[in-house]
């Protein structure tokens, strides 16, 4: 086994072994499906807790799984392990680490680690397959990502950790896996339009990242026969929002003070996306307003475990990942875990933390089958497909916020309790 960066070398330490063993023994307790059997191959890369949730190991999924070349022997991880992203880069990591330890030693590849924020992405690639990568991992944000695919050259398997802008060139070998907004935006999109509220209202904080998550949002509503009949950007670090509410909901415009009697009648939601000190704000205003029966949608951005601060999001529904939706008793448990061990690096990175696992997982399948993901694959960040430019894409759990916690929501078109 070689876990190293270029230079210095890489020491696992007490706790990522003992994550390596506690993944272990939650596969062996999540799902009500019993001990996990030894394995081999490609399915070491089974998470724990997530078998009982795959459904797609009968025959048609293996028949899907023809090899055209052997496991990764070296696996580059390009990540930020200093500067300013550096906690995102170690969330990551640390995952990916985790479920390399979940492996049986005698299939693990050799993992070499490159900080791309003390080198940049172009010599770190080119750095990694000359010293015998025959797979890549990495970088993270999109600029990187861009760098990267002007120099990757095919000679290794690569999964990016972020998307490349619409139509751009994608070299040979080449994946993307991104924990999208823009792609949650337009999920809820389709929600809306499914639960029959296809006309609403989005309230979105100012900046790159509500510009874009807005635009995914309309453009998908749009494209769904529904219509964003009003909208409004607030500024970043806005406490009070009465005053805003009343000029987004209001039937008589701006300026009217009184929701509950002169509330618009086109408004059938309310797409709240943000961070959570924001929705935390938001909702408990529309109750105030005695608008709290208004449907409310958000990103998944809006929620992080706390039960305690979370009632305030009551009602707030939203596309989650399964390793932080706590629908599965054996993930939510592992996740219980592991916060206990890392309290300082997973309690706001959990979702990067899980997309490091389904990296690790990802990116054996992708360099060794044929037609890789062609049966989905149950992942800690969703249920994982291949589109045909080799974009990762996931199928999201859909939660509403109960009681603090969020809690599986039913069909599109069912009632929405707890509003």
């Given at each position: 086994m070689q876990l190293n960066e270029p230079s210095t070398p890489f020491k696992p330490g007490r706790r990522l072994a003992a994550l390596g063993l506690a993944l272990l023994l939650g596969a062996c307790q999540a799902g009500g499906?019993?001990?996990?059997?030894?394995?081999?191959?490609?399915?070491?890369?089974?998470?724990?807790?997530?078998?009982a949730r795959s459904g797609a190991d009968g025959p048609s999924?293996?028949?899907?799984?023809?090899?055209?070349?052997?496991?990764?022997?070296?696996?580059?991880l390009l990540l930020p392990l200093s500067?300013?992203?550096?906690?995102?880069?170690?969330?990551?990591?640390?995952?990916?680490?985790?479920?390399?330890?979940?492996?049986?030693p005698g299939v693990r590849p050799r993992i070499r680690l490159y900080d791309v924020a003390a080198r940049d992405v172009a010599s770190a690639y080119l750095a990694a397959v000359t010293e015998g990568a025959d797979a890549v991992v990495g970088p993270l944000t999109r600029e990187e990502v861009a760098a990267l695919a002007r120099v990757a050259d095919g000679r290794a398997t690569t999964l990016a950790l972020n998307f490349l802008a619409e139509g751009a060139v994608t070299p040979q070998r080449f994946y993307q896996f991104a924990l999208s907004p823009e792609d949650e935006a337009r999920e809820v999109?389709?929600?809306?339009?499914?639960?029959?509220?296809?006309?609403?209202?989005?309230?979105?904080?100012?900046?790159?990242?509500?510009?874009?998550?807005?635009?995914?949002?309309?453009?998908?509503?749009?494209?769904?026969?529904?219509?964003?009949?009003?909208?409004?950007?607030?500024?970043?670090?806005?406490?009070?929002?009465?005053?805003?509410?009343?000029?987004l909901l209001g039937q008589g415009?701006?300026?009217?003070?009184?929701?509950?009697?002169?509330?618009?009648?086109?408004?059938?939601?309310?797409?709240?996306?943000?961070?959570?000190?924001?929705?935390?704000?938001?909702?408990?205003?529309?109750?105030?307003?005695?608008?709290?029966?208004?449907?409310?949608?958000?990103?998944?951005?809006?929620?992080?475990?706390?039960?305690?601060?979370?009632?305030?999001l009551n009602g707030v529904m939203f596309p989650e990942m399964?390793?932080?939706?706590?629908?599965?008793?054996?993930?939510?448990?592992?996740?219980?875990?592991?916060?206990?061990?890392?309290?300082?690096?997973?309690?706001?990175?959990?979702?990067?933390?899980?997309?490091?696992?389904?990296?690790?997982?990802?990116?054996?399948?992708?360099?060794s089958l044929r037609n890789p993901l062609a049966t989905p694959m149950a992942g800690m960040t969703g249920r994982l497909s291949v589109d045909?430019?080799?974009?990762?894409?996931?199928?999201?759990?859909?939660?509403?916020?109960?009681?603090?916690?969020?809690?599986?929501l039913g069909a599109p078109g069912a009632p929405a309790a707890g509003q």
């Open positions: 499906t019993g001990a996990m059997q030894p394995r081999s191959g490609a399915a070491d890369r089974q998470p724990a807790g997530v078998a999924g293996q028949a899907a799984r023809v090899q055209v070349r052997g496991e990764p022997q070296q696996i580059a500067g300013r992203a550096q906690q995102a880069g170690i969330a990551v990591r640390d995952g990916f680490l985790s479920a390399y330890y979940q492996a049986s999109a389709r929600r809306v339009i499914a639960d029959g509220r296809p006309r609403g209202v989005a309230l979105v904080p100012e900046g790159e990242w509500g510009q874009r998550v807005l635009a995914a949002f309309s453009a998908e509503l749009v494209a769904g026969g529904g219509a964003l009949v009003d909208k409004h950007v607030y500024p970043t670090g806005t406490a009070d929002f009465e005053q805003i509410l009343v000029d415009g701006p300026g009217k003070a009184d929701l509950a009697a002169a509330r618009r009648v086109d408004a059938q939601f309310i797409f709240m996306p943000g961070q959570p000190v924001q929705g935390r704000l938001v909702r408990p205003q529309l109750k105030f307003q005695r608008i709290g029966d208004l449907p409310a949608y958000a990103t998944s951005e809006v929620y992080e475990p706390s039960p305690a601060a979370n009632a305030d399964p390793w932080m939706s706590g629908i599965d008793p054996g993930l939510a448990s592992l996740r219980e875990q592991i916060e206990r061990l890392w309290p300082d690096r997973t309690s706001r990175r959990g979702r990067l933390y899980a997309m490091g696992v389904d990296a690790y997982r990802l990116i054996g399948d992708l360099h045909k430019g080799r974009r990762i894409r996931r199928d999201l759990d859909w939660v509403q916020v109960r009681s603090g916690q969020p809690r599986l």
